[in-house]
């Protein structure tokens, strides 16, 4: 009897602990893109950082796989999601209530954490459909990018700025993964995708039984809306570099893009935020070594591109190891 006891007594106490443990576990997502594109890995990325230090922090980071930009910024609004990553310009609309947010008003609770690689608008198409040029998109069936993705502003800002409507083409709105199987099967002429280079999805597109090429997004309609739209800036992808199947003749192609982004609500936990910036920060050395698209980046490059303030959490990393004097003052709210 009374090793019955003694033994049921040591089964409570070990699940008491077994409790208390698990209890300490803090479980967050991160919702990124398609699973060809960078936002994914970029995911898998940083979850990787996080989770190594799980004995410190107690924090288990899971990635999402979603529609993109648009619908991560909802996602990370309602609490579905802890972070996201985004568009830079995507984050410039929805602090400040304009176009996809116009009807619901500037989006107060959304709080940046810290930038990434540069995103290219690319736009991909079939060698044999006689595009050379956005205007050559006339009467073309042309993919603009899912509800609930960056790109689809993007390509309709890029059409609007070449003076073609929607109905001047045939739109279709699918999702970026499934457009290299639609360009190989004649069944669309063309893509747009703002994305970080390589990616999986445009090298699936050009390594196909069909020829296929990035379309230059340059000339007089580009600076215009480079003047008006601040968060563009001039970009080049690599093409040969990246994608030697492609049919591209140069070596680059020029075009405009944005930065992408990670980015999370007021009510995200410092502590979370904290570890979160503080790993990818103190081991850039290792993080970059996690995607190619990484290459480029610095600790000072990391924290341009924002619009919605800094998360405390994110701040209080950024005070300790004096990376705060690349932070614009706008950023940081008393
Ligand atoms: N920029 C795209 C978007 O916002 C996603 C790109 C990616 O998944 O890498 O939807």
């Known amino acids: 009897m009374r ?11 070990m699940l008491t602990l077994g409790f208390a443990a698990n209890a300490k576990v803090t479980f967050v997502t991160i919702g990124t893109g398609g699973v060809t594109g960078v936002y994914y890995p970029t995911g898998g990325a940083i979850s990787k950082m996080v989770n190594a230090k799980f004995k410190q922090y ?6 999402e796989s979603t529609g993109g930009s648009v619908y991560n910024i909802n996602a990370v609004l309602s609490g579905d999601l802890d972070f996201g990553i985004c568009q830079s310009d995507r984050e410039y609309e929805a602090w400040n209530g304009l176009a996809e947010w116009k009807n619901r008003g500037p989006q107060k609770n959304l709080r940046s954490v810290f930038g990434l690689y540069n995103e ?6 079939r060698a044999d459909a006689g595009i050379n040029s956005v ?17 689809l502003q993007n390509a309709k800002d890029i059409l609007k700025a070449f003076g073609i409507s929607l109905s001047d ?42 020829k296929v090429k990035i379309i230059p997004i340059t000339g007089k309609p580009v600076e215009e809306l480079l003047k008006t739209h601040l968060y563009y800036a001039k970009s080049e992808i690599p093409v040969k570099k990246f994608y030697p199947m492609a049919a591209n003749k140069k070596d680059v192609v020029w075009t405009i893009g944005v930065k ?7 009510n995200e936990p410092d502590k979370v935020v904290y570890a979160i910036t503080k790993e990818v920060f103190d081991h850039l050395d290792q993080f970059k070594k996690l995607h190619p698209a990484f290459a480029t980046l610095t600790k000072k490059n990391m924290l ?14 950024y005070k300790e190891s004096g990376l705060i004097k690349y932070i614009p003052k706008k950023l940081i709210q008393q």
């Open 260 to 266: 992408a982004l990670v980015v999370t609500s007021k």
């Open 135 to 151: 205007y050559d998109l006339k009467g073309k069936r042309v993919n603009l990018g899912n509800p609930g993705s960056g790109q």
């Open 3 to 13: 090793k019955l006891v003694y033994g049921l007594l040591v089964f409570m106490f």
């Open 304 to 317: 341009e591109g924002m619009t919605a303030p800094i998360h405390p959490g994110a701040l209080k990393y």
């Open 58 to 63: 107690h924090i288990k980071m899971t990635v």
């Open 120 to 125: 290219s608008i690319t736009l991909v198409a």
């Open 169 to 210: 083409i045939h739109p279709e709105y699918v999702k970026a993964v499934e457009t290299p199987g639609l360009l190989q099967d004649g069944r669309i002429d063309a893509f747009f995708y703002t994305v970080g280079h390589p990616n999986g999805a445009i090298k699936e597109a050009t390594s196909g039984r069909i």
